[in-house]
Structures are given as structure tokens and as C-alpha cells.
């Protein structure tokens, strides 16, 4: 039996899945290759007996063992973002609608699907001919089934007379059936669930099935996940069964490279995915959200990793970025967890200018830090930003300057910061470097001690320098002075506050 590469993220990482299983069976030799699958069945009996162990094995993905709150007593429940129906639990068990999960019906399935005689009808997946269906197109085995119109039974019309292919559009063959259903017990998946809202799935996807299962395998030995948790999946380290309780979608995702590049061998490591959407309730209408994440943003992760800096992006700092609310006089989570999700967002996408923005100070509140995390921020906007800009180390202590700068001219009045931000050109950049350079006498000697006054100059020297090699390039000096005023600004109020005197 030979299977092909479907070019689907789904099914590509089923076709994984299931060598994975295989790959472990006495009774069928099993071949991966770039872009195909071959199983050679030696045993049929002997196969039909130990995949149907391995599958029942499989299954225990599907499911985590709760505790009832009220009676203490454990039960099963199936994981959030598995999309395949459940009947009436059972003694606490969970029931599934599939027979294939159905423990007494699990062998008399799998004989099913392997009974590969050919038939008139065509798969919809993988273009075989075969004779029986063990079940038509359904989300269960293709969660994508309700997202393409000719796949979920809409009538085409042809000679002006509408025709009904529902009998031929959800043709599925036994074997890719199979593989879809299996493909929820998945080993090497991340899923971050959001109870009441909705999951993401991580599925990672290789234009070449041997470097999928590669990277898989690897995320499986390294030990960094843990399939028996219902709503994460990230172990916070390997020797723990804790899991990580991150905020969103990329903040999960640069949690989990994080864990990758500190644990695993990086031979290979994924840039792209595809990341399913799955809401709660009844209609599931599955979004699919394809990145991409660019080498050099995993090349900064790697150099910060190895230089031994800042071992772990997402931990030591983005997860401990808040956001204080002086109405409230106290974080709030809601904006902290939107500020941490969008600093991860927007470097994975290698997106400075929107990754800066989120430092800003907002109404009623600014984002906060300690000064170990302030080093971490620090290291890497030097090794993401700074580095690749070919401008020596010391220039760029007149930029933090100008940031300190502004900083304390925006302490009451955070309006100079905003306009800085907004510069959209460079004769507006220098007007606002001018601004600035006219509210130096008006600071206290306090905070004159605090700064260096010619750093303005140094930083008017440094752009015009930059902008002859590169007419955009004081876009990059814009950016890192908000990134620092907001450092400073920050820190500021923080020595305010710790000080006891909150001005406010
Ligand atoms: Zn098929």
C-alpha cells in the first residue's frame, strides 16, 4: 500500500501519525520517504491485532481525567479541541461516536478500513478508487469539511438544471478516513485551549514528510510536552508535568520554540504552520491560520539561547511584561495578557514598529517591569534590531540617552512620546529631535544629572549617517529611541513607586 503526500496540513501530519504507529508494529514493514508512504503487511491477521492495541493506546490522547469539583469523584472528559462527537459518558467514561473509538468495536473497524479491495467510487482526498466507505466526509476525519462549499454537499449546477454531487463530493475512502480520525491522538501537536472561547491547534507542516516526522520526533523525545493536561500542553521544563498558561495564539507559539531550542538537538526546527482555530459550541467552524515564521527571527531565539543572555524569550520576558493601571491602582490582567500576546506576536513576525508600540504608556496605565527583565528586553533589541544595523555598540548609548530623554520630559506628559511615535517622515523626525532638544533647559537638576545632554547630538549625527547608506533607516533610530523612552518611562515610575511616592 503506497500513500502520497497530500499537501494538506491535516493530512500530511495524519500520514506522520500513522508511521509513527506503524513504525513500532511487528506484522508490516513501513518506508517514509520525502513524498510518500509504503506499507508492506506481512502478518494481515497479526496487523489487524496489533493496531488495534496501538490504536486503543492512541485514544488515551483524546482524553484527560478530571476531578469533579463538587464530588471529588475522577472522570474522563475529552479534550476541548477534539472534534469528534460524544455520546452519554458511561461510569464516567467518555463515549465516542466513532466506532473506531469504541472499544469493542475498535477490531471489527480497523478490518474494515484494511479490506483495501478496489471500487467505482473515488476518494475526494486522495483520488484512490475503492469499494466501501467505512464513513462519508465528515469534520470528525477532515476538520476543514464545512470551509470548502464543493466539499460539504452544495448543489453545482450544470446545463442550467442544478445537480446534487453530495454523493460524490464526500466520498472518502477507508484509509484516509482512518488517518484523519487518528490524527487527533497526535502526540507531537501543541494545543492551547481558552475554556469558553476556543482552542488553537499547532500543527506544524514541512514541504517533506521525512523532515516532518524528524522535527516531530524530535518534540516527542525532548519531552516538552504533556498530552495528559486539558488545556495546555507545554510542559514549563521537561522534569515537570506543569504546563504553561499562556495568553494567545503566538504567545504560545514563541513559548513553544522556546521550549524546543532549550531542549531539543536543532537539526531541523519548523518556520511554517498552520494553526486551526476550533470555537467552542455546537457549530464548529474551523478557521485555519497559516504562518510563517521567518529564519532569522528563530536565528535571534538560537543566538539568545546560546549566548546565554537570555536563555528563555518567552518566560524571562515576555511573559513578565504587566501592565499597571493607575485607575485601578493594580495590574490588569486582561491588558497584560493582550500586551504579552502581541510583544510575542509581533516579533515572530519580525514586526519592530508594532512591537514598540505595545511599550508604550496608554491612558490610564503603562507597561511595567523589573530591572532583570529590562536587560532582557535590552539584549534583545540589540541582537534583533541593533546587530543587523552594522552601527558600533556605543552609538547606540546615545539612543538609550535620548530615550532617557525623552522619558523625563513625557513624566507628566506622556504627548512628546506619542508625537515621536507618529513621525511619519524624516523633517518631521527632526522636528521633533528639535522639540525636544528645546525642553532640556526645563528640566530639573535632578534629572539633568540623570541624562547626557550631547547624546542629541550624537543621535542627529548618527541618523544622518544612517539615511546615506539607507533613506529609510531613521525609521530604526524612531523606533528604538520609543523603545527606550518607554523602558525609561516605565522604570521611572516604578522608582517613584517604590519609593513610596506615587505622584499620582
Ligand atoms: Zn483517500
Not at 513624566?411 to 528639535?434: C, M, P, Q
Not at 539633568?448 to 550624537?458: F, G, M, S, V
Request: with cysteine; proline share 2%; aromatic share 10%.
Amino acid at each position: 500500500m503506497k500513500i502520497g503526500k497530500f499537501n494538506d496540513p491535516w493530512m500530511d501530519n495524519g500520514v506522520e501519525n500513522f508511521y509513527r504507529l506503524l513504525d513500532g508494529l511487528e506484522s508490516c514493514e513501513a518506508e517514509l520517504t520525502g513524498s510518500s508512504m509504503r506499507v508492506k503487511i506481512k502478518d494481515g491477521e497479526k496487523f489487524i491485532k496489533e493496531l488495534t492495541r496501538a490504536v486503543s493506546d492512541k485514544r488515551e490522547n483524546l482524553i484527560v481525567i478530571e476531578e469533579d469539583r463538587k464530588t471529588r469523584v475522577k472522570k474522563e472528559v475529552k479534550k476541548d479541541h477534539v472534534l469528534i462527537q460524544e455520546e452519554k459518558k458511561v461510569g464516567g467514561k467518555v463515549a465516542l461516536k466513532e466506532e473506531i473509538y469504541k472499544p469493542e468495536k475498535t477490531a471489527e473497524t480497523i478490518s474494515k478500513v484494511f479490506d483495501l479491495s478496489e471500487g467505482k467510487n473515488t476518494c475526494i482526498l486522495c483520488g484512490r478508487k475503492y469499494d466501501k466507505s467505512v464513513k462519508k466526509l465528515q469534520q470528525a476525519a477532515y476538520p476543514f469539511v464545512t470551509k470548502i462549499a464543493s466539499l460539504s454537499g452544495v448543489r453545482s449546477y450544470k446545463d442550467g438544471g442544478s445537480l446534487s454531487f453530495k454523493e460524490y463530493y464526500d466520498n472518502l475512502c477507508p484509509i484516509c478516513y482512518f488517518i484523519g480520525i487518528l490524527e487527533w491522538t497526535d502526540e507531537a501537536l501543541v494545543y492551547r485551549t481558552f475554556p469558553g472561547e476556543k482552542s488553537y491547534l499547532f500543527m506544524p507542516y514541512f514541504g517533506n514528510l521525512k523532515d516532518l516526522h524528524e522535527f516531530k520526533k524530535l518534540c516527542i523525545y525532548a519531552g516538552i510536552l504533556n498530552n495528559s493536561e486539558r488545556y495546555s500542553n507545554i510542559k514549563v521544563n521537561p522534569n515537570t508535568q506543569d504546563v504553561e498558561n499562556t495568553p494567545g495564539e503566538y504567545s504560545t507559539l514563541l513559548c513553544f520554540y522556546e521550549k524546543f531550542v532549550e531542549n531539543a538537538t536543532d537539526e531541523i526546527i519548523v518556520s511554517n504552520w498552520a494553526v486551526l482555530h476550533i470555537p467552542f459550541g455546537a457549530v464548529k467552524n474551523v478557521k485555519i491560520d497559516f504562518l510563517n515564521i521567518d529564519e532569522g527571527i528563530l536565528g535571534v531565539i538560537r543566538k539568545l539561547k546560546e549566548s546565554g543572555r537570555l536563555e528563555r524569550i518567552y518566560s524571562d520576558l515576555m511573559r513578565k511584561m504587566y501592565f499597571f493601571s493607575q485607575n485601578k491602582n493594580t495590574i490588569d490582567r486582561d491588558i497584560t495578557w493582550e500586551i504579552q500576546e502581541n510583544l510575542s506576536k509581533y516579533f515572530l513576525l519580525d514586526d519592530f514598529r508594532s512591537f514598540t508600540n505595545n511599550l508604550l504608556p496608554r491612558k490610564g496605565g503603562y507597561v511595567f517591569f523589573s530591572s532583570g527583565v529590562r536587560q532582557n528586553l535590552e539584549e534583545l533589541i540589540f541582537v534583533w534590531r541593533w546587530e543587523k544595523m552594522g552601527v558600533e555598540k556605543e552609538k547606540l548609548d546615545s539612543i538609550k540617552s535620548v530615550g532617557n530623554i525623552v522619558a523625563k520630559i513625557s513624566e507628566n506628559n506622556a504627548s512628546l512620546l506619542y508625537k515621536l511615535d507618529k513621525v511619519r517622515n524624516i523633517d518631521e523626525f527632526w522636528s521633533v529631535l528639535r522639540e525636544i532638544s528645546r525642553k532640556l533647559p526645563g528640566l530639573n537638576e535632578e534629572k539633568l544629572r540623570k541624562i547626557k545632554p550631547t547624546a542629541l547630538d550624537e543621535v542627529i549625527q548618527l541618523t544622518k549617517e544612517i539615511i546615506e547608506k539607507n533613506k529609510d533607516g531613521w525609521r530604526e533610530v524612531r523606533d528604538l529611541i520609543v523603545v527606550y523612552a518607554s523602558i525609561y518611562y516605565s522604570l521611572d515610575k516604578l522608582g517613584k513607586k517604590s519609593e513610596g511616592g506615587e505622584e499620582e
